[in-house]
T-cell receptor
Framework: QKEVEQNSGPLSVPEGAIASLNCTYS??????FFWYRQYSGKSPELIMF????GDKEDGRFTAQLNKASQYVSLLIRDSQPSDSATYLC???????????FGTGTRLQVTL | GAVVSQHPSWVICKSGTSVKIECRSL??????MFWYRQFPKQSLMLMAT?????????EQGVEKDKFLINHASLTLSTLTVTSAHPEDSSFYIC??????????????FGPGTRLTVL
């Protein structure tokens, strides 16, 4: 059983729309949650982290966490073609601060 | 802030040779660094956790004698792929943990090293 699950996509949204990326995790003891963006051939870059239930906003990005449902999501408002990338959800279960990554969702923002 | 560098960015070597990859945290001290490997169209796979001044902790299935990790200072960790073979060709990415930022365990990634073994 995968510990962190994401839909691989591709998720296609038109420019200017809201992109919604979802992630579920299996370990109820998970402490903190991260969203990374990875362009093809590049390494991941941190978008934001969240560890409390609710929403956390940073510019066009909003992370949402629901620990009861073991669900974390990332909303991207006013999607731009430059947002086209693979988005990785990562979960820290508290074990030596290791992160468990999902397989990523590929987002395509179309003109 | 939270910049991590890796060197080299790419390397091509002959089968049987060893390759050393450096990972540096440029503007913070990293007591813990992580080494990942990523094959095409796959997610990141954690290879090992590197702690400054102590032995690395390897993930199950990762050969510690093949992938030598040294974390000699708070800003530098190295990964040496010994006796590299074509199946070791991959994208190797390090990350460093910065606990000074709000107490989180956020990992910041280096730009990666693409290794090709001929």
């Amino acid at each position: 059983q995968k510990e962190v699950e994401q839909n691989s996509g591709p998720l296609s949204v038109p420019e200017g729309a809201i992109a919604s990326l979802n992630c579920t995790y299996s370990d109820r003891g998970s402490q903190s949650f991260f969203w990374y963006r990875q362009y093809s051939g590049k390494s991941p870059e941190l978008i934001m982290f969240i560890y409390s239930n609710g929403d956390k906003e940073d510019g066009r990005f909003t992370a949402q966490l629901n620990k009861a449902s073991q669900y974390v999501s990332l909303l991207i408002r006013d999607s731009q073609p430059s947002d086209s990338a693979t988005y990785l959800c990562a979960v820290n279960t508290g074990t030596a601060s290791k992160l468990t990554f999902g397989t990523g969702t590929r987002l395509q923002v179309t003109l | 802030g939270a910049v991590v560098s890796q060197h080299p960015s790419w390397v091509i070597c002959k089968s049987g040779t060893s390759v050393k990859i450096e990972c540096r945290s440029l503007d913070f001290q990293a007591t813990t660094m992580f080494w990942y490997r990523q094959f095409p169209k796959q997610s990141l796979m954690l290879m090992a956790t590197s702690n400054e001044g102590s032995k690395a902790t390897y993930e199950q299935g990762v050969e510690k004698d093949k992938f030598l990790i040294n974390h000699a200072s708070l800003t530098l960790s190295t990964l040496t792929v010994t006796s590299a073979h074509p199946e070791d060709s991959s994208f190797y990415i390090c990350s460093a943990r910065d606990r000074s930022r709000g107490g989180t365990d956020t990992q910041y990634f280096g730009p990666g090293t693409r290794l090709t073994v001929l």
